[in-house]
């Protein structure tokens, strides 16, 4: 997919890695990049505007996604699963404990943003995963077994319904990522935009190519 020109949504923009994927996609010649965070402050950058997003709450991405109409181009680095939890979720309240539930939050922003993707041309979806996250596929006793099986099972159905409107999903495995608190790599500036470059160079030399491919690895 070509960067320039695009209209970009980076979730988990407060962090370290998604900070560098602002960064880097303005870099690249990106027409304008939504920051989305929890708490989205200001910031002086031209053609970065900062959004709020919870991926927690999900009544907040239909409405985000009614707001940013000209998206073309989504790159998640959110929801990371803490080893030992079992999923969990508090219906009352319509909370989704995103540590807990890795797959929820990526199928909801998908189900969100997947008309405006396709108005907008198809576009694409990263999904920037921790190396770590696949340790539950490896070793069958590990307690979050169920959950990374159905987060990565779900994967193969999101590329054939994104695929039908033209729109690529990648997935990029990364030896760190830092959303939720997993690292903090802030002030790992070098590491960061390391990280952040190999996202994107993944993403452009998929160019034209709906679906996904063999996950490139940062290291």
């Not at 396709?118 to 770590?132: C, D, I, L, Y």
């Not at 099972?153 to 990648?170: E, F, I, K, V």
């Not at 997935?171 to 903090?184: I, K």
């Not at 990280?195 to 160079?201: E, F, G, H, M």
Request: with cysteine.
């Amino acid at each position: 997919m070509r960067i320039d020109g695009t209209v970009a949504l980076v979730t988990g923009a407060d962090c370290g890695i998604g900070t560098a994927l602002v960064r880097a996609l303005l870099a690249r010649g990106a027409a304008k990049v939504y920051g989305a965070s929890p708490d989205a402050g200001r910031s002086e950058l031209l053609r970065f505007v900062p959004v709020q997003l919870d991926v927690a709450w999900p009544g907040q991405l239909k409405a985000l996604a009614r707001e940013l109409g000209d998206v073309s181009l989504i790159v998640n680095h959110e929801a990371l699963v803490e080893p030992g939890q079992p999923p969990t979720a508090d219906a009352h309240a319509g909370f989704v404990d995103v540590q807990q539930m890795p797959a929820i939050p990526l199928l909801q922003l998908i189900d969100a943003f997947a008309p405006v993707l396709s108005t907008n041309g198809g576009g694409a979806v990263v999904n920037v995963v921790s190396m770590s996250s696949m340790r539950a596929l490896w070793n069958q006793g590990h307690p979050d077994v169920g959950s990374r099986t159905s987060d990565w099972a779900m994967r193969d159905g999101l590329r054939s319904w994104l695929a039908a409107q033209g729109t690529q999903l990648l997935y990029f495995r990364s030896a760190l990522v830092d959303s939720l608190g997993n690292y903090d790599l802030s002030s790992q500036r070098i590491v960061v935009d390391h990280i952040a470059s190999r996202v994107l160079d993944w993403l452009e030399a998929n160019d034209g190519a709906v679906g996904i491919n063999r996950p490139a690895r940062a290291h």
